[in-house]
């Protein structure tokens, strides 16, 4: 077989199951509403709201919110956030504060307020939903992984 005549059938062979993947996952999403149609959309869940600060996957995961932020605005005019997460609002608010990273600009100076590209909270901070996840995951995280013993763990360790 020429190498021209396999990358061929690779490919082929690579479009076919991703379209097999891709016909299952939307199944999964849509139900049985036709692809022509619109499903109609399950009602919103209440925002989690335990106060429970949640496990972090990775030390740069931004932190998911534990708390409802339902009706919290952040505008170019108003950040509700920073009423309660600003350095000069801990003392009353008792919240965590944003992370000197929150400072930094884009050339790593650290600014006195808030740098811009960490302003608009909700870019990379999200509320939780008690909801079955349409799509699975199986994400470890890496102290999980290192617990688990390899074929040739023991000659490392
Ligand atoms: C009324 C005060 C208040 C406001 C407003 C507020 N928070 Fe919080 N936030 C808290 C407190 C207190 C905690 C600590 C956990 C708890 O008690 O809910 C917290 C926890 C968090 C955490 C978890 C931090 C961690 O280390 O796990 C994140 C992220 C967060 N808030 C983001 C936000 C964002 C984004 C907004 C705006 C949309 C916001 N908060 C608005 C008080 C507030
Ligand atoms: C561009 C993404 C991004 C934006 C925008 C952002 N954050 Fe974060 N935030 C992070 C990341 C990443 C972390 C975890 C690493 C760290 O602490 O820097 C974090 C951490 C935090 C923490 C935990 C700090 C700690 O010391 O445990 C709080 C609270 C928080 N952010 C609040 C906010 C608030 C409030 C805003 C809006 C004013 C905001 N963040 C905007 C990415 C972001």
Known sequence: MTSKLRLTIAAALMAAFSTVALAQSFSALRGSTPLNEETTPPPLTPEMNTSVREPRSYPEQPPVIPHSIEGYEV???????LSCHARTRIQESQAPMISVTHFFDRDGQTLASVSPRR????????????VRPPVENDFVDIDTLLKVKGPDSGARR
């Open 119 to 130: 302003y608009f909270c909700t870019e990379c901070h999200v509320p939780q939903h008690n």
């Open 75 to 81: 505008s170019r005019r108003a950040n509700k956030c």
